[in-house]
């Protein structure tokens, strides 16, 4: 991204045209014009897990520098403007013709550039409309910034749910951080809630901290290549750092939606938001990651964050499972779900024979440090086994506490020891010391 003011001579007639502008804009206030009121419905977090919903209303600025748009057009100094975007091939090319990113492309006008600048100067509280020099320079910097670039930054922002930690930010490098989350962040989320049913706004209130991944991506004109419109890897990244905080330690963490937003703020440039079909909420034990824990996972992060999963497709399979079962509610699901990924780990292809037993061995085998708890682990393996038959077949075994968190302890020890063999990538690779 470049940095400073590339072009002098626009930036100096840029800044006159919404100087002028603004005058014009004053000019018709003083002489007795009303702006129209619109009723804003704003929420508002109060303190901790409390919020409020505000009502007022609000001058309709949008509307009222539209009805001037004439005005402002008959100008000379958007003559000048004009022509300075005409002698620039560069600046030319952006407007009036469809620019974007991936995420998608539009037709912005020249008045369309030249309202957004003015209404940037719009006041946030209750004041008077008026010329602000750092406003300008930022919203310049930002249209320059998508004029004289071909990479364009986006940001990936996502609350990361049942999620505590001591630590203000904890920052993976290359863009990947979880961070607490701020209030502007919260009520951006309890606006939204009321368009939106990704996240409902009495959830939104216990979030605590998020997730953010900054990234760039690539420019286009006219249209978005085939190859653009392919699931970016940038995407994956929120759920690989969830499985991999699932593996790290025992806790209920998940997440719901991501929002994208541009890093800049010009008329061409728009994120979005997705999530699933419905709300899901992480019912179970807070996770909490402290302060003497983070270089841990950072270490443990580094190396999960570089393996690709689909070219290992037993530990793949095993992982999905495991995260399967993070989403389901029944202890019978969680338990076929754990089982499957048991054996994509310990069985080879086509193997057949005795499972049960197999399998009991192999954990017991792998976890137990000495006989006494290898002979245990071979133990429970076995009924977990046994209980997992019994579901399949439609029977309902009883279960003890503390059954789901042993078999999904058990698993997450597992995958993490094959995670470590580098060079794993089948089943008949798959080596029990």
Request: with cysteine; net charge negative; aromatic share 12%.
């Amino acid at each position: 991204m470049k940095q400073g003011i590339v072009n002098d001579a626009f930036h100096a007639k840029t800044k006159a045209l919404v100087q002028s502008a603004i005058a014009v804009l004053i000019s018709c206030i003083q002489k007795g014009e009303e702006i129209p009121l619109q009723i804003s419905e704003t929420y508002k977090v109060t303190g901790p897990g409390g919020w409020s919903m505000e009502y007022e209303d609000k001058p309709d600025y949008d509307i009222f520098v539209l009805h001037h748009e004439k005005e402002i057009e008959a100008l000379p100094e958007f003559r000048l403007w004009m022509e300075a975007v005409s002698a620039d091939p560069v600046v030319s090319r952006h407007i009036g013709h469809v620019v974007g990113t991936r995420h998608g492309m539009i037709n912005r006008s020249a008045w369309e550039y030249v309202s957004d600048l003015v209404r940037a100067h719009v006041p946030a509280k209750s004041g008077g409309l008026a010329f602000d020099p750092e406003t300008f320079e930022r919203k310049y910097r930002d249209m320059e910034g998508l004029f004289y670039n071909d990479m364009i930054g986006f940001k990936l922002f996502s609350p990361l749910q049942n999620f505590e930690s001591d630590a203000a930010v904890i920052d993976f490098g290359g863009g990947l951080k979880i961070k607490k989350i701020t209030t502007q962040e919260l009520e951006e989320l309890l606006n939204a809630s009321k368009w939106s049913p990704l996240i409902p706004s009495n959830e939104v209130i216990t979030f605590r901290y998020s997730m953010e991944f900054t990234f760039e991506t690539e420019k286009y004109f006219l249209s978005i290549p085939l190859s653009a419109l392919e699931e970016s890897p940038e995407w994956e990244i929120f759920g690989k750092l969830v499985t991999a905080l699932r593996l790290f330690k025992v806790g209920a963490i998940g997440y719901n939606m991501i929002r994208e937003t541009p890093l800049i703020d010009t008329p061409h440039l728009f994120g979005g938001t997705r999530g699933g079909l419905g709300y899901r909420r992480y019912w179970g034990p807070k996770y909490s990651l402290k302060v003497e824990e983070v270089d841990a996972f950072k270490a443990f992060w580094k190396q999960f964050g570089n393996i690709e999963l689909g070219q290992r497709a037993p530990i793949g399979i095993a992982i999905s499972r495991f995260n399967y079962a993070y989403e389901r509610f029944g202890i019978e699901d969680k338990l076929i779900d754990y089982m499957i990924a048991f054996e994509a780990l310990f069985f080879k292809e086509s193997e057949r024979g005795e499972f049960r037993h197999k399998l009991a061995v192999r954990v017991a085998r792998l976890l137990g440090p000495d006989y006494e708890s290898r002979r245990t682990i071979s133990k429970e393996m076995m009924d977990f086994y046994d209980k997992r038959s019994a579901v399949v077949h439609g029977d309902s075994p009883t279960f003890q506490p503390g059954l789901n968190e042993k078999v999904e302890e058990y698993l997450r020890e597992s995958i993490k020891h094959f995670l470590k063999e580098r060079h794993t990538k089948g089943h008949d690779e798959v080596s029990i010391s």
